[in-house]
């Protein structure tokens, strides 16, 4: 029988002990490094010397941990990435699209307005795609006399709105090693007929055509509905930048005051300037002060509500028609014209435009790009989400999950809400394209760990019930069960690398497995067919501890396993920003107890995610990897089997598989919590092995 692998994980935690005393977390591991570790005086933080000796005993006991080549060499077809696949089909499909009759603009279209000609409504604008060429930045951005934008680590990985490890990309992108992209047309669904002001076209949907002006970087969207033969919806800016609009069927207006904001004036310029950075200003000027600039102004005006996000004025909300007198007021917009950098008291935003620094944080995307709002300690005004991104406070309970959370929609949707139609997009491409299902457990009549979850700490853990952990699974060697893994859907199981070898055989994957001991109705058995372990792990410093099972198809089918209400996957977490040190996250396994006695049950405990851990464990904690416990050991997680799941919950009660039972020091004793393999970290490398759709959600 081979080594067995044993995990220490949860006891201390589970039992209140903090006895157990081993740097790794493998039984036989442990039971030989006992007296190294412990003995050491002032052996608190270990040095990676110390730690040698007792990983040279892991080595040995697993007969080769380092991972052969053929046990990561990916699967010829379905795994290879998909960017690079589509990236052909992208081409050739731009080349129908320009077929079809849609001319690629040169920019020459667009006038300034200055000279009274009318201005094309569809000129070429950069799309918000673009990535900007970025002018004098400091080199590291930080605002510490400001209480709510964060540090500099933030600030300077310049996030913007499309940058999906901190939000969600729109219908017509997808995440792509954390940037939305655009998509393909055919990839989008078809919903209500949408009319393109540049050919006269129909599209299928109003995703469709935006994901043609996104590879384009064009702005083509004039309206909604079947007849696109006739007019367009037109924007043009007139003398004194008073904004105008021209709506299909309805005539020429001005736009009204109410409405009017910097979000609405970023739109305007973006597209009339032909440039990123929008508006300097969103100002009003009242009728009767520029009644003698024209002769003909429209007598009427509209007001439009736009969310920021619009490549033109006629994506926005259309307010009704109001007749213009004396001292109404009426939008103008002041573009962004400066090229100078900004001064200290100024934020830089990644466009390259100078705000305030009152104007981050504050739910609205002075910006134009986002990025006053994606680093945010706390929020001026708007809704804090707990990836530290500000989001207008008309976003909350909208209907649509703005916060990577979910928790700007927890509590009872406001019905009838008005929507903008880009807003209406996103909720009907969302509601057609997610189907995929995880993080819910379907099966646990046993109480649930969902309301415990908040608690702040719970020293002891407790048996779990019986289908509780529906995506927790033990992977069986032999005749012992010394690892746990867990369920990502499909045919795919994660595990910690030093847990497994490259010979599938030599495992049988347990579902629903709850006693040790003998199976119950529930529990089912999978063979595996190929086990892929990071390239890059490493058995000396535990860095990219993670493996993939790939599970063995039942016969005559695409299936691993059977349909059983008792199985359900964990989601994966597609984000480093999803949760952070103080949340509360659950723990599960069958470890060893501090006495040092097997448990032949599932057991869990909530524990804490934990910051500064490469304060406590120096040059042994990796990128990649993540603390959970508690400093003083009272709410360590010391027991449980290696592989297993550290599970946090959304506020939507989803379930993602946050971290990777991976090692830690002295289980339950103060100041070493135990370490885990941060599973978000490795979302490209697991991706690109399984299969995106199988596992995103709305960055798909
Ligand atoms: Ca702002
Ligand atoms: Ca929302």
Redesign the pocket.
């Given at each position: 029988m081979k080594a067995v692998v044993y995990y220490y994980l949860l006891s201390a935690l589970l039992f209140g002990i903090a006895e157990v005393k081993h740097p790794c977390r493998t039984r036989l591991q442990c039971k030989e490094s006992t007296t190294d570790g412990d003995t050491e005086p002032g052996g608190d933080t270990p040095e990676p010397g110390g730690l040698t000796p007792k990983l040279g005993g892991v080595t040995h006991k697993h007969g080769g941990v380092t991972p052969e080549p053929g046990g990561v060499t990916p699967k010829p077809g379905g795994d290879t990435p998909e960017p690079a696949e589509e990236r052909g089909a992208s081409d050739s499909m731009v080349t129908k699209v320009h077929g079809n009759g849609i001319t690629v603009s040169t920019g020459s279209t667009v006038s300034t307005g200055s000279t009274g000609t009318m201005v094309p409504a569809v000129t070429t604008v950069p799309s918000v795609t673009t990535v900007p060429t970025v002018p004098v930045v400091p080199t590291v951005l930080t605002f510490p006399n400001d209480l709510y934008l964060s540090s500099g680590e933030c600030l300077n990985k310049r996030f913007t709105h499309l940058s999906c490890l901190k939000a969600f990309c729109p219908p017509w992108m997808r995440c792509i090693e954390g940037k939305c992209t655009c998509k393909l047309p055919y990839m989008c669904h078809k919903g209500a007929p949408v009319c393109s002001s540049r050919d006269k076209r129909t599209y299928y949907s109003f995703c469709q055509l935006k994901a043609v002006e996104c590879l384009r970087q064009i702005s083509a969207f004039s309206h909604l509905g079947d007849d696109c033969k006739g007019d367009s919806f037109e924007t043009n800016l007139r003398e004194d930048s008073v904004v105008e609009v021209k709506i299909p069927q309805n005539g020429t207006f001005l736009v009204c005051e109410e409405g009017w904001d910097i979000l609405a004036a970023n739109v305007v310029c973006r597209h009339m300037k032909n440039q990123l950075k929008g508006a300097k200003k969103a100002t009003t000027v009242k009728f009767h002060k520029i009644e003698n600039l024209r002769m003909e102004w429209p007598r009427d005006c509209v007001s439009m509500h736009c969310t920021g996000q619009e490549s033109s004025l006629a994506e926005c909300t259309t307010g009704p028609r109001r007749q213009l007198v004396k001292n109404s007021k009426i939008a103008t917009a002041k573009c962004y014209e400066d090229t100078k950098a900004c001064s200290e008291s100024e934020f830089p935003c990644v466009n390259g435009k100078c705000?305030n620094v009152e104007?981050?944080?504050?739910?609205?995307?002075?910006?134009g790009d986002g990025s006053?709002?994606m680093c945010c300690k706390d929020c001026r005004s708007g809704f804090h989400c707990t990836s530290d991104v500000?989001i207008p406070q008309d976003a909350v309970k909208d209907g649509i999950v703005d916060c990577l959370g979910g928790e700007d929609e927890i509590g009872d949707n406001q019905e009838g809400k008005v929507l903008s139609p880009i807003k209406q997009e996103i909720k009907i491409a969302r509601d057609k394209v997610e189907t995929l299902v995880c993080g819910i457990p379907n099966a646990a009549p046993e109480s649930s760990p969902s309301k415990q979850t908040r608690r702040k700490r719970v020293v002891g853990g407790e048996e779990a019930g019986k289908t509780q952990f529906p995506w927790q699974v033990a992977i069986q060697e032999g005749e012992s069960i010394d690892c746990g893994g867990v369920y990502l859907g499909g045919c795919w199981v994660l595990t910690a690398a030093h847990c497994v070898q490259p010979r599938p055989e030599s495992y049988k994957i347990k579902f629903s497995l709850w006693s040790k001991l003998g199976r119950q109705d529930s529990t089912d058995l999978a063979r595996v067919e190929k086990v892929i372990i990071h390239p890059q792990y490493n058995p000396s410093t535990y860095q990219n501890d993670i493996a993939l099972l790939e599970l063995d198809k039942l016969p005559f089918t695409t299936k691993c396993i059977h349909d059983n209400p008792a199985i359900a996957p964990a989601c994966l977490p597609w984000s480093e920003y999803q949760f952070k040190p103080g949340d509360t996250c659950v723990i599960s396994g069958w470890g060893r107890q501090a006495d040092d006695i097997k448990s032949l049950n599932l057991r869990w405990a909530n524990i804490e995610i934990m910051g500064n851990c490469s304060g406590i464990y120096g040059s042994r904690y990796f990128d990649g990897m993540e603390c959970a416990g508690s400093l003083d050991g009272s709410v360590d997680t010391c027991q449980g089997d290696s592989g297993g799941p550290l599970v946090c919950k959304d506020a939507g009660g989803v379930a993602y598989a946050w971290g990777i039972v991976s090692w830690g020091d002295k289980c339950g004793a103060a100041g070493h919590p135990g370490v885990y393999t941060k599973v978000a970290y490795y979302y490209e490398w697991i991706s690109s092995r399984i299969g995106k759709s199988s596992i995103s959600k709305y960055n798909v």
């Open positions: 705000i104007s981050t944080c504050d739910g609205i995307n002075d910006c006053d709002e500000c």
